[in-house]
């Protein structure tokens, strides 16, 4: 009977700079700007604790903002200023984390989300005229479609599709 033992040769272990073909890999991914999608998935900060304040921060302010509103404990412009800097906030994580990984509902979202926040700073400033609730529920609405890509299997978008 064999003993197993653990193969510890660097070559098999996976890393990069140690074994050629990840090497050679890693240059290829530096030199195209193509990811394949485990380095996508090693950069995506939805997989990471600052998830927690990039996006569960902020999507507890929003909850928390119109929770208080809809009982009236808020006045509605400072509801309208935590909803829409939240939604700001959420907008540029979800950008950055789309450039940095191409996670397919922060490339979605971090175009949107932006956008939703453009209107709510023209509803504070007056320009335009709608309740707080149907904000809320744009937003709700634009987090929901962003991720039935990912639903079908497009976690993340290829270099190809636009990223």
């Known amino acids: 009977m064999r003993e197993a033992t653990q193969d510890t040769r660097p070559e098999t272990m996976g890393n990069a700079f140690t074994s ?25 900060l939805v997989c990471t604790p600052a998830a927690l304040w990039l996006w569960g921060l902020p999507i507890g302010l929003v909850i928390f903002a119109t929770s208080l509103w809809n009982a009236h404990q808020l006045p509605a412009t400072m509801t309208g200023v935590i ?12 950008y950055l984390n789309g450039r940095r990984c191409g996670r397919t509902h922060c490339k979605i979202d971090g175009v949107l989300l932006p956008l939703l926040s453009l209107a709510g700073v023209l509803n504070l400033l007056g320009v335009t005229s709608f309740g707080w609730n149907a904000y809320a529920e744009a937003f709700g609405i634009i987090l929901l479609l962003s991720f039935v890509p990912e639903c079908f299997g497009r976690t993340y978008l290829s270099h190809k599709d636009g990223a």
């Not at 909803?83 to 979800?94: E, H, K, L, S, Y």
């Open 83 to 94: 909803v829409t800097m939240a939604t700001a906030w959420i907008g540029v994580a979800c």
């Open 20 to 44: 050629s073909d990840g090497l050679a890999n890693t240059v290829e991914t530096c030199l195209s700007g193509r990811k394949n999608s485990s380095t996508r998935k090693r950069q995506d």
